[in-house]
């Protein structure tokens, strides 16, 4: 729970553009995501944990030599 921050709705905002790119694009990888939503890397962690606290994305590890990781909207 973020508590008494003012990240919530940052954090929402940012989960918003990933839920919308993968409503139109399906099954992305972390680097694509960030290029299409125009989200830095490290806050579409943060709006991918948003959205899976919520249970609206899943995802998994494609790739473990090049560590790529996929998600998708449930």
């Known amino acids: 729970m973020l ?3 003012n990240l919530g709705p940052f954090i929402g905002k940012e989960a918003g553009k990933i839920w919308r ?3 139109i694009w399906g099954e992305v990888d972390v680097l694509s995501l960030s290029r299409l939503s ?3 890397e490290h806050d579409v962690f943060t709006a991918v944990g ?3 606290r919520e ?3 899943d995802g998994a590890i494609s790739n473990i030599d090049e560590k790529k990781i996929l ?3 449930k």
């Open 50 to 52: 948003w959205l899976a």
């Open 21 to 23: 790119t993968l409503e």
């Open 71 to 73: 998600f998708w909207l």
């Open 55 to 57: 249970g609206k994305v």
């Open 38 to 40: 125009r989200i830095v």
């Open 3 to 5: 508590g008494e921050t």
